[in-house]
């Protein structure tokens, strides 16, 4: 059972640019989250996703940031015009619908996006 | 708002000895706690999750325990070796009936264990 995939794992963009992170959860898991490490700080939540929803997205940027996860096919996040702070380490997690008081969130290796 | 805090931010041990990581959290209205281990410019690696029911996990070397009222955890490392370095991270996850919420980390504790 393949774990949480994420591509590309490195990714350079110039300012400006739009940069397009992709997350494959793990088999059977309907579930996706997506978080943000920059340098020095810690791992921030962003948006949480069912299939076709968006459940909260509260850790979002207003602006220039996006997310899906659409009926078939990998959660993308996508960051217009990009800037050198959005510079970071993107990691993706996935879990199943909790049951029985379990819920446990399983993570990607990450995407590190350098702005030029 | 939820907030995580880890102690110390830094820590370096000879080899051998055994070690108490320190985490504490804000709201004792969590769902869940995990620890997570960080190699350097990798992904995470969840050691031990703890429901809000139980008190401690254990695996291998490793074990994490959970006082919800008092809003804290420990991660004990027995017995350490040099590739127990990493930087751990402590995370909490709230629960809202309507859905999960995303984890909430602490900034993690640097590890280095000296051979």
């Known amino acids: 059972n393949a774990g949480v995939m994420q591509n590309p794992r490195h990714l350079v963009r110039r300012r400006g640019q739009e940069a397009r992170l992709r997350c494959s959860p793990m088999?059977?898991?309907?579930?996706v989250y997506w978080y943000r490490q920059l340098p020095e700080e810690g791992l921030k939540f962003m948006v949480y996703?069912?299939?076709?929803?968006?459940?909260?997205e509260s850790g979002m940027p207003k602006e220039r940031f996006s997310a899906e996860f659409p009926k078939e096919g990998p959660s993308i996040l996508r960051i217009q015009q990009v800037v050198r702070g959005d510079s970071a380490a993107y990691f993706c997690?996935?879990?199943?619908?909790?049951?029985?008081?379990?819920?446990?969130?399983?993570f990607g290796p990450g995407t590190r996006l350098t702005v030029l | 708002k939820q907030e995580v805090t880890q102690i110390p931010a830094a820590l370096s041990v000879p080899e051998g000895e055994n070690l108490v990581l320190n985490c504490s959290f804000t709201d004792s209205a969590i769902y869940n706690l995990q620890w997570f281990r960080q190699d350097p410019g990798k992904g995470l690696t969840s050691l031990l999750l703890i429901q809000s029911s139980q008190r401690e996990q254990t695996s291998g070397r490793l074990n994490a325990s959970l006082d919800k009222s008092s809003g804290r955890s420990t991660l004990y490392i027995a017995a350490s070796q040099p590739g127990d370095s990493a930087t751990y991270l402590c995370a909490v996850l709230m629960y809202s009936g309507g859905g999960a919420d995303g984890l909430t980390f602490g900034k993690g504790t640097h590890l280095i264990i000296q051979p």
């Open positions: 997690a996935s879990s199943t619908t909790p049951s029985g008081g379990i819920l446990e969130q399983f």
């Open positions: 088999k059977g898991h309907s579930h």
């Open positions: 996703l069912q299939k076709e929803n968006i459940i909260d």
